[in-house]
């Protein structure tokens, strides 16, 4: 045990306070008990009207206590770090249980460290004039692009969340967690009309990454490009159709179509619209997709999830085939399936589940210029704003925000943002080319469940799918599109 | 269960947010436990600081210091699922160098953290740009309605703790037993919260208050015979325990609602008149407050920009917002800034009439501050409404729907798909057909399209129904000409 200690070093920390706080825990007899201690630093800029008008940095700590008994749990939390008022809401999380007091396990295993974002020195460490330099040079990079850019909005933010998690089992597991990640939103205006466009990107980056890989002059672009096509976009088609999706952020598809569905506290309660079918078609051939915790970098990614379990690749869909859940302790303990290190929350005030990390389908064999050349009619939707899902009857939406006509195999026309609608359980099924285009996302996703948000990350090759509802306001014509 | 792309304002500890968050602002968020209560007097603590941000060499600061206390029990096929008790506390400052600002918060009350806080913000406020419209509310400004505005009960923790777990317990029961086939459950619940807030300037103003919640929910979930899986929900929510619906009533609407919805179908695209029950109503109503709040208009991120005197919507439709109705869950003696809440009409007969405004926005506009100012720990202060309500009309629901011949009862939305600079509008929807004027079978996989501009004048019907289920407030109402998307 040879980390930083994070929590040891600022909050004099010992492992035999650790142990105390697990007794008090289980005082009441429950099976299991874990403790999360967070430190969280944020900073946050925002420029408008080409001044820097919002500056803020913050930091947020605590100790969350959970206690499981059953399918029970308990949960208190406390933003005060004192050994007094952490064996409080350690005696209060114990309240769920009844029985004689239980003993967690002598001695702490800590699991081998991995290194999926290693940073020397953390953004929200670094120098806030560089940030500041940021945000003034996507200010001026969008309003150079066009005239008709006419507001542009820029921001930064980054995050360093240290986490030590310490549970009954004898887990000790601790993580220190970077996010950093900048938008660019723009509106163009001509006489008579206007549209907005939105760019961003990051992951769990150091600054020098916002210098190098991805500059603020490359997500402006992007977003004053938006803005200025938009100006153009006709009518949206309504009504069935093919429809091609580009690479990248509209795997916004999986994440509302499959992912939330195949989180394992749905399947466990019999909820979700996929309960009872693995090992079941759920989706064409051409179909595989994972959730992968452990890509470098990444958004999604974690060395750990927020129980103190390695996160992994796990397979959800094997060639059209449904393979697995995600899962968290509590879910596979219940369920007798392995922990896919799913476990996720948003803070030390909160539950732990079953949460996406970065989700995406492999590559296929097709050329993205055949797809496109087989459709007749049908819409190519390269970007999108967000989605949501009923897990129980497994409709889900995702909305367009930049999308075209395919009119006789070619892209034509820019159309106006559509909502597409479609059914979780089969909308796979009609996925019948697969690209060889794989991409992941910019590093934008926040993904929200019962109140928790967390960052994630989605990613699909150019994929078409033979039906899926466009929910826009011009009439479909076997001819072409009536506007 | 939704994913989302931050926007640029958003900080990235999002429960920072939830004030600024239309939807969701009855809900006190910053919370602490009642043991925890320290005897330090957080009026001083919030005085204090903003003394120190003077002698530091602030010319303005302001501080608000939030603590609360949550508890929240679900229940799940009749057993304890979850219980979660707990107290925190925060607190944020906003300093100015002349027309530069920046903020900080904290949830450590440390001496060291609270110094800490007080430096960064002191030396983040020369990195900002001079504004010339920014700045806190001038000393005349500032102030906190008399009297009591019953928006504080202790009895939402009255209850024993068996007690609050019977009442989730109740509720689920009510769903399970009303029909055999509600034969699974996401459960019964009860939450209850109580918040302290405090905000203090060096106008001198010092003001408080605290606010209660309770709440009782059910999530039923019903089964046809071949499969087919529905989830709805219904819940009551209150600002003292004597005003809540009892769990049987809550129960028995949410398996209604949930049974309903067996057996939906996709219908064929068509433009149709269409009904949104009072919940997805409410979202209308929300697109109208963003499209005139403060932020989006000075900045011309709205179609409704420029648009005051103007004609923006049908005749029947008049909007208020009130932020100082007794009791209400958009109520607070003062708003974001320490100003006063009032009520303004916002649409009069489909005449805009007011934009809604902090400060800062209505400096920008030239206007005056309607009191709408909210205020996270952190950043700039935000635009949030009052008690923001659609003034409701004469007929019953049932009377609105008889009138259709052909249309769609709207009871959810999914997705986010409203464009306020261009007013183009697409959603996920589902529902009930309407044939001859009665609701015949359930609608699902399907789309509703259009443009808000046109749409708020083609409000035709308002219904009688308004239900202050949270700080916005919509009746029924009967939208025509929208695009429906399925088949």
Known sequence: MDK??????????????????????????????????????????????????????????????????????GYAYTDDLSSERILHAARTAALIASGPAKTPSVGFQEKPARSLYPITLP????????????????????????????????????????????????????????????????????EGNSARGSSGGGGRVALDFFFGEKTPEYFAKEAARQAILQLDAREAPAGEMEVVLGPGWPGVLLHEAVGHGLEADFNRKQTSAFAGLIGKRVASEKCTVVDNGTMPWRRGSLNMDDEGQPTQNTVLIEKGILKGYLSDKLSSRLMGMADTGNGRRESYEHIPMPRMTNTYMLAGQDDPQDIIRSVKHGVYAVNFGGGQVDITSGKFVFSASEAYLIEDGHVTAPIKGATLIGNGPDVLTRVSMVGNDLKLDEGVGTCGKDGQAVPVGVGIPTLKVDRLTVGGTAKKDPGGFMQ | MRIFQPQSQEKTNQKFLRDSVVHESFMPTELETSSQKLETDLREVAQDIVRRAMAGGASAAECVVREGDEFSTLVRLGQVET????????????????????????????????DRMLSSALSLARITSEDPFSGIPDASQLGSLPGDLDLY????????????????????????????????????????????????????????YRRSYCSVAAVPIAQTETGGMQRDYWFSVARNLGRLDSPEEVGKIAAQRTLRRLGGRKVKTARLPIVLDPMVANSILGHIFEGINGDSVYRGASFLAGKLGHKIAG????????????????????????????????IENGVLKSYMLNTYTAKKLGLQTTANASRGLAGTPGIGPGNYFLQPGSKTPKEIIAAIPEGLYVTEFLGHGANLVTGDYSRG???????????????????????????????????????????????????????????
């Open chain 2, 429 to 487: 929807a589902s529902g009930l057909w309407i044939s001859g004027g009665e609701l015949a079978f359930p609608v699902e996989e399907i789309t509703v399209a259009g443009n808000l501009k046109e749409l708020f004048f083609n409000i035709s019907e308002i219904g009688n129904d308004l239900e202050f289920r949270g700080a916005m407030a919509c009746p029924t109402i009967r939208i025509d000409g929208l695009t429906v998307g399925g088949e």
């Open chain 2, 315 to 346: 005749d029947q439709v008049t909007v208020i917002d009130d932020g100082t109705m007794v009791g209400g869950f958009g109520t607070a003696p003062f708003d974001g800034e320490g100003i006063p809440t009032r009520r303004t009409v916002v």
């Open chain 2, 153 to 208: 009960s202790a009895d939402v923790y009255s209850l024993p703790g068996e007690e609050r777990i019977n009442y989730a317990r109740r509720a689920e029961k009510a769903a399970l037993d009303y029909d055999p086939r509600i034969k699974n459950s996401e459960g019964g619940s009860f939450d209850a919260a109580t918040g302290h807030k405090v905000l203090a300037n060096s106008h001198g103003f010092v003001g408080e």
């Open chain 2, 83 to 114: 219980l979660k008790e707990a107290g925190s506390r925060s607190i944020g400052v906003r300093v100015f160098h002349g027309q530069r600002s920046a903020s900080t918060y904290s949830t450590d009350f440390s001496r060291e953290a609270l």
């Open chain 1, 4 to 73: 930083n200690r994070f929590f040891f070093q600022h909050y004099g920390l010992s492992e035999h306070d650790l142990e105390r706080y697990l007794a008090a825990a289980l005082s009441a007899g429950g099976e299991y008990a874990d403790l999360y201690f967070e430190y969280l630093s944020s900073t946050s800029l925002a420029m408008d009207e080409s001044m820097v008008k919002s500056a803020s940095q913050g930091i947020s700590a605590g100790c969350g206590v959970r206690v499981v008994v059953g399918e029970r749990t």
């Open chain 1, 123 to 190: 953004s929200v460490d670094a120098e806030i004039s560089a940030k500041v330099e940021l945000v003034m040079r996507a200010d001026q990079s969008a309003r150079a692009y066009d005239p008709r850019i006419q507001e542009v909005r820029a921001s930064y933010v980054d995050e360093l969340r240290n986490i030590l998690v310490v549970g009954s089992d004898g887990t000790f597991a601790e993580d220190s967690q970077p996010l950093a990640r900048m938008n660019v939103s723009c509106i163009a205006k001509t």
